[in-house]
């Protein structure tokens, strides 16, 4: 046999096998490409840079992806757009404060998420001090225990190492996942399926992107600030009661000195000091820096209270703190519970996570500890006297939007 026709036969025998790896494959792409269809349609898979984007130009929107994990990423855009007059931050438990507080025009943003440690602080202080994020008026941070009590490892910033800031879209393995995850749920997907990116979502009517907005109306706001579930604020009107969601409860982590509450005898001194210099630093860049520490459950509170030999730095991170951040200059609220505000705990979603109806109360406790004349007088809505005196829903200050 010569040498050309065994190389045309090479060639043939590589043809049919190429044909055949194409002909079993084909059904793979095309419900892969189904699937990315369907997720692109509802906005679940979007980059974090186009859910950014699709904030411009826009009165509501709801973001929450269902399929593909949850990211904060997308806030670091939206503040570098919106430039912020007053920008909150801290993780979920301060999610619930929202642009309604603040007065028309105002620039508000709610960070809830951005910062996920102590070493957060430092690092968003020096990303304003170099531009890389702009410079609010005022800037309210939500303080943890867990990020500045005793006897925690050495902090590193979170926002390139942890998998809460990544973007889903780039990496290959989410969107398996996903796959897997929506193929066991909803069976065979095809487009709008999920819905319509920036179509109403139910109850509010905000336009939502990603699958959880779009179904259950549940997602980040425009401002930033977190929607809740609407079927159980529809539940609260007829039959309002308190139920600590989180999985294991608070009170359940506390008590087993468990998760965030690990033992611990006293506030890491070092850390509040390098914490407060990072607030200095602030300040000096005409930043007008005030401080929540969150508040609990009442039954969480009052076990804290009772002094379990476990959580020693309760008593420090309760007066002591709150005491030397207002003697530094920087205005704060002690942790409490609902009755310090004269609610009921059906103002809790949780153990720690507050309402809007209860921040409403917390922040305008906040601004009366501002001075006169301060950025934050200027700020705040000529409503929130009046809506820190709501009494209409333990949950939401827009009970309207939720009515069964």
């Given at each position: ?237 007829t039959k309002p009661e308190y139920q600590d969601r989180e999985t294991p409860p608070v009170i359940e982590r ?151």
């Open positions: 046999m010569s040498p050309s026709s065994t190389s045309s036969s090479d060639t043939a025998g590589l043809g049919r096998f190429c044909l055949q790896v194409a002909l079993f494959l084909a059904p793979l792409v095309v419900l892969a490409g189904l699937f990315e269809t369907t997720f692109w349609a509802a906005g679940e898979s979007w980059p974090m840079a186009r859910i950014a984007a699709a904030h411009e130009e826009r009165e509501t929107l709801l973001v929450r992806p269902q399929y593909f994990a949850q990211s904060y990423l997308f806030k670091f855009d939206r503040v570098r757009a919106l430039k912020p007059d007053v920008i909150c931050l801290g993780t979920s438990r301060v999610l619930q404060i929202r642009d309604l507080l603040f007065a028309p025009g105002t620039k508000f943003y709610n960070g809830g998420g951005m910062l996920g440690s102590f070493a957060d602080i430092h690092a968003y202080t020096q990303a304003v001090a170099d531009g890389t994020l702009p410079k609010p008026k005022v800037a309210i941070f939500g303080i943890e225990p867990w990020w500045i009590k005793e006897g925690l490892p050495p902090a590193n910033p979170t926002w390139e190492t942890d998998s809460q800031y990544a973007d889903s879209f780039y990496i290959p393995e989410a969107h398996i996942a996903a796959m897997r995850a929506f193929l066991k749920k909803e069976g065979l997907p095809w487009p709008g399926k999920l819905g319509f990116a920036c179509t109403p979502a139910p109850h509010s009517g905000y336009l939502a992107v990603g699958a959880a907005a779009l179904g259950k109306g549940v997602g980040f706001r425009i401002d930033g600030s977190y929607q809740y579930d609407p079927e159980l604020i529809a539940s609260q009107f506390l008590r087993g000195n468990t998760e965030q509450f690990t033992p611990s005898y006293d506030i890491d001194h070092g850390r509040f000091h390098s914490m407060t210099a990072s607030f200095q630093k602030l300040r000096h860049l005409g930043v007008q820096v005030l401080v929540i520490l969150p508040p609990f459950a009442s039954e969480c509170f009052d076990y804290l209270e009772s002094k379990p030999p476990a959580q020693v730095w309760w008593a420090k991170y309760k007066t002591w703190a709150p005491e030397n951040l207002t003697s530094a200059g920087f205005p704060c609220v002690p942790p409490g519970c609902p009755r310090d505000y004269q609610l009921e705990d059906t103002t809790m979603w949780d153990g720690f996570h507050p309402s809007e109806v209860f921040m409403a109360r917390i922040i305008h406790s906040l601004v009366l500890k501002c001075p006169e004349g301060s950025p934050m007088r200027g700020l705040i809505s000529p409503e929130l006297e009046r809506l820190a005196r709501y009494a209409g829903h333990p949950l939401t200050l827009e009970p309207n939007l939720f009515k069964p």
